[in-house]
């Protein structure tokens, strides 16, 4: 059985694992995402604030600053773990048992609105 399950709009900061692009589910999109995730990426640095405060639907600059890193370059970790919200705290992977945790990895997809489908294993950024 495959479970599907929209991610949050909120995540958690953080992860010990690099990035890698290329490993996320359906190695085949990568040139797809490589070039959807510059795209963003240029947007976010170049933008103008008046732009990138209706993107995000913020109005302190301070909250879009935040938004404006190269996530290539930041850590990742499992995008079951990155997201947050009602339906990933009723959850409540880190409290599971390892066998439970496992089937999550390989029977949860999630839907990213940056990444397209993932793994619920898939290693992401913030």
Do not use: C, W
């Amino acid at each position: 059985m495959i479970i599907l399950l929209a991610p949050s709009e909120t995540k958690k900061a953080g992860g010990e694992a690099p990035f890698l692009l290329q490993s996320l589910l359906f190695e085949a999109l990568l040139p797809d995402r490589t070039k959807l995730l510059h795209t963003y990426i240029n947007i976010l640095q170049r933008g103008a604030m008046a732009e990138l405060s209706k993107m995000f639907g913020l109005k302190k600059e301070a909250d879009i600053e935040a938004h404006q890193k190269d996530i290539i370059h930041e850590p990742a970790m499992k995008a079951i773990q990155r997201y947050t919200g009602v339906a990933f705290d009723h959850l409540g992977y880190e409290r599971l048992d390892k066998d439970t945790q496992s089937y999550i990895d390989t029977h949860v997809i999630l839907f990213s609105n940056l990444f397209g489908v993932l793994r619920a294993s898939d290693m992401i950024p913030a």
